[in-house]
């Protein structure tokens, strides 16, 4: 298996555990991706990805309908994607993505969670290096099969196809997002979510109960900030 298959297995943080806070998240993607591509998800692909993810976590169709609506309103507020670099206590590099549409509370709260547990945000570029960003696809396992389906997507970018419970987890380079999902779509395979992780290329592994407990206190404060979409880090 690859470094995507071994980065899933062996992260340890929690992500869109509440189920509140995924229906706020994909909120917060659906509104950055109307104001992008318009309301219409047959012509904005980013916005029928963004379906697929609320659909995933099963939230309803109503809330889907309203967070549309509403990101079509031109009272309604943009949210900016904004990158924060730091690091934890032990030299566990953290890479932290956000929505928000008040970027100085947001900096406020960030800096905070870093410094309470002795750890600090760095300036821009001063982490982001050491992962790599990529997209990955959820599929049904029905009758397709894994290296079939990795060997027909090479030409496409796709580097590593798995299985995980129960589906076809396809892993590529963030640039080839696009092309991946109009490929699938044109072959009638149904997506039953997609996405974008941050991938470590170094890691640092800590063997101390406390050393352990104290990064996972900082994820935990940073991940339980609503202005919060993803957070990834270097320890395994």
């Not at 992962?131 to 049904?140: A, M, Q, R, S, V």
């Not at 941050?198 to 609503?226: A, G, S």
Request: hydrophobic content about 35%; charged content about 30%.
């Amino acid at each position: 298996m690859g470094r995507a298959f071994e980065f899933r297995k062996a992260r340890k943080m929690k992500r869109w555990s509440a189920m509140s806070k995924a229906f706020t998240r994909i909120g917060k993607d659906i509104v950055m991706t109307v104001k992008e591509g318009g309301p219409d998800p047959n012509s904005n692909s980013r916005l029928r990805a963004v379906i697929q993810n609320a659909k995933s976590v099963n939230m309803p169709k109503d809330n889907i309908e309203r967070a549309i609506k509403r990101a079509s309103d031109k009272n309604q507020g943009d949210y900016k994607e904004v990158l924060f670099e730091g690091y934890g206590p032990h030299g566990i590099a953290i890479l932290v993505e956000t929505a928000t549409d008040n970027n100085t509370r947001t900096v406020a709260n960030v800096r905070s969670y870093f410094s309470k547990c002795d750890g600090n945000l760095g300036t821009s570029g001063s982490v982001v290096f050491m992962f790599e960003h990529t997209c990955n696809f959820k599929i049904d396992t029905n009758d397709l099969d894994p290296e079939e389906i990795e060997l027909e997507f090479i030409d496409f970018g796709v580097e590593e196809v798995f299985i995980e419970e129960d589906e076809i987890l396809i892993y590529a380079p963030f640039e080839c997002f696009g092309v991946i999902q109009s490929e699938l779509e044109k072959r009638d395979i149904t997506i039953n979510s997609s996405g974008f992780d941050r991938i470590p290329n170094v890691t640092k592994e800590l063997k101390k109960e406390n050393e352990i407990n104290d990064i996972e206190k900082l994820l935990e404060k940073i991940e339980n900030d609503d202005d919060v979409q993803n957070v990834y880090h270097t320890m395994i």
